[in-house]
T-cell receptor, first 113, second 117 residues
Framework: EPEVTQTPSHQVTQMGQEVILRCVPI?????FYWYRQILGQKVEFLVS????????KSEIFDDQFSVERPDGSNFTLKIRSTKLEDSAMYFC???????????FGQGTRLTVV | AQSVAQPEDQVNVAEGNPLTVKCTYS??????LFWYVQYPNRGLQFLLK??????LVKGSYGFEAEFNKSQTSFHLKKPSALVSDSALYFC???????????????FGTGTKLQVIP
């Protein structure tokens, strides 16, 4: 069964460093998303991406964040200068067109120290 | 704006007993509702969804959910709980169906289900 894959599963970085979280969505999917879950809190929408551009972003997704689909298969989330409060589980998701659910990856746990 | 509420932080149930995890929603149009489950140190796994049609929808692992429009609820149920059902359950909602397929959803705060042997 096809699945969304995310790498790495866990990343530890120092405050102020740049990190790139990687996702490989399911191959025929058209819509891509990043969500995050701060420990013990709800899952929050960050950004959506369609047709090679951001279609919607939340207030969390400030100038420190960016997304890219560099090669037609990977979908990346970059945080330019990480802060302690960026520590969270980051989930990538994708879906094809039509009335279907989004398929989520296993998540990347980002720890900023 | 779409929103969803899960009023219980935690639900405890004895193994073999029926379980219910509650969810209520608020949308301006027709709701499009989902349940996801998160096992410890794992991602979000889809359980079931309601788009239209029968108010009782069946999903994975023996779970089902009942859509109640008058009460704006979408409670998750299972007739007989297993210890392995212990996990974090999230209700999610989309306000209407985007014909193009855009499926950004809003999640509830999650309910921890603890099934006691």
């Amino acid at each position: 069964e096809p699945e969304v894959t995310q790498t790495p599963s866990h990343q530890v970085t120092q405050m102020g460093q740049e990190v790139i979280l990687r996702c490989v969505p399911i191959s025929n999917h058209l819509y891509f998303y990043w969500y995050r879950q701060i420990l013990g809190q709800k899952v929050e929408f960050l950004v959506s991406f369609y047709n090679n551009e951001i279609s919607e972003k939340s207030e969390i997704f400030d100038d420190q964040f960016s997304v890219e689909r560099p090669d037609g298969s990977n979908f990346t989330l970059k945080i330019r200068s990480t802060k302690l409060e960026d520590s969270a589980m980051y989930f990538c998701a994708s879906n094809p067109t039509g009335p279907t659910e989004a398929f989520f990856g296993q998540g990347t746990r980002l720890t900023v120290v | 704006a779409q929103s969803v509420a899960q009023p219980e932080d935690q639900v405890n149930v004895a193994e073999g007993n029926p379980l219910t995890v509650k969810c209520t929603y608020s949308v301006s149009g027709n709701p499009y509702l989902f349940w996801y489950v998160q096992y410890p140190n794992r991602g979000l796994q889809f359980l079931l969804k309601y788009i239209t049609g029968d108010n009782l929808v069946k999903g994975s692992y023996g779970f089902e959910a009942e859509f109640n429009k008058s009460q704006t609820s979408f409670h998750l149920k299972k007739p007989s709980a297993l210890v392995s059902d212990s996990a974090l359950y999230f209700c999610a909602v989309r306000d209407g169906w985007d014909s193009g397929g855009y499926q950004k959803v809003t999640f509830g705060t999650g309910t921890k289900l603890q099934v006691i042997p």
